[in-house]
Antibody, heavy 121, light 106 residues
Framework: EVQLVESGGGLVQPGGSLRLSCEAS????????MHWVRQAPGKGLVWVSR????????DYADSVKGRFTISRDNAKNTLYLQMNSLRGEDTAVYYC??????????????WGKGTTVTVSS | DIHMTQSPSTLSASIGDRVTITCRAS??????LAWYQQKPGGAPRLLIY???TLQSGVPSRFSGSGSGTEFTLNISSLQPDDFATYYC?????????FGGGTKVEI
C-alpha cells in the first residue's frame, strides 16, 4: 500500500524552527518528485515546495523562500521540510505529497494525513 | 502566478442531485487541471486529472470537463459519501495553485 506518514509538527514560538519529516512506503521513493502543501485552519490548500527525485532541484512559494528548505534522503525513503524564522501565518496542517509519475504532469496523486504546526507565543 | 477561482464557495444539495462546480483560471492552462476531494479532518484525494481523466478507483458519477480557462466538475447523482470540500488545482506551471474550494453540504 502506498503510504506517506508525516511527523515533527508541534507548537513553536515565533522566530523558532521546526523540521518536518515524511516517511514513504509502498513505492519506489527515489523515482518520484515530492511536495509539501499546507492548509491553515479553516482555509484552502497552498503549495509550499517541491523537490526532484534525487534532490538536486527545489522550488518554493514566495511566502517561504529563504526560510524553508526542502530535502530528501532516498536511502531512508524520507522527505524533510526545515522551517526557520517561523511566523504566525505559517500555522497550518502540512501535507507531504507525491507528484504523479506521468511524464510532463505535475499534479499530486498521493497525500499523507498531515502534521500540525502551530506558531504562537 | 496563475490564480484559480472556484464557484460557488458553498453549495447546498440533496442526495440524488446533479451537482456542478466551476473553476476558472486567470490565464490559459490548456487541460492541466486536477480536482481533489477533502473531507473534514482528512487529506485531499485525487479525483480527476488532465481536466477530464478519472483517477483509478473514483466512482463514475464524477466527471470533469473544460479547457483553457474554464472548467467544471460534475457529480451526476450526489451520494452521502460525496459531502465534502472540492478543490481544483492547475499544474500548467510548477508553481501549483489551488482554487479556494467548494463545500458541498446537505
Amino acid at each position: 500500500e502506498v503510504q506517506l506518514v508525516e511527523s515533527g509538527g508541534g507548537l513553536v514560538q515565533p522566530g523558532g524552527s521546526l523540521r518536518l519529516s515524511c516517511e514513504a512506503s509502498g513505492f519506489t521513493f527515489s523515482s518520484f518528485w515530492m511536495h509539501w502543501v499546507r492548509q491553515a485552519p479553516g482555509k484552502g490548500l497552498v503549495w509550499v515546495s517541491r523537490i526532484n527525485s534525487y534532490g538536486g532541484s527545489t522550488d518554493y512559494a514566495d511566502s517561504v523562500k529563504g526560510r524553508f528548505t526542502i530535502s530528501r534522503d532516498n536511502a531512508k525513503n524520507t522527505l524533510y521540510l526545515q522551517m526557520n524564522s517561523l511566523r504566525g501565518e505559517d500555522t497550518a496542517v502540512y501535507y507531504c505529497a507525491r507528484e504523479t509519475a506521468l511524464t510532463g504532469s505535475f499534479f499530486i496523486d498521493v497525500w499523507g494525513k498531515g502534521t500540525t504546526v502551530t506558531v504562537s507565543s | 502566478d496563475i490564480h484559480m477561482t472556484q464557484s460557488p464557495s458553498t453549495l447546498s444539495a440533496s442526495i440524488g442531485d446533479r451537482v456542478t462546480i466551476t473553476c476558472r483560471a486567470s490565464q490559459s492552462i490548456t487541460t492541466w487541471l486536477a480536482w481533489y476531494q477533502q473531507k473534514p479532518g482528512g487529506a485531499p484525494r485525487l479525483l480527476i486529472y488532465k481536466a477530464s481523466t478519472l483517477q483509478s478507483g473514483v466512482p463514475s458519477r464524477f466527471s470533469g470537463s473544460g479547457s483553457g480557462t474554464e472548467f467544471t466538475l460534475n457529480i451526476s447523482s450526489l451520494q452521502p459519501d460525496d459531502f465534502a470540500t472540492y478543490y481544483c488545482q492547475q499544474y500548467n506551471s510548477y508553481l501549483l495553485t489551488f482554487g479556494g474550494g467548494t463545500k458541498v453540504e446537505i
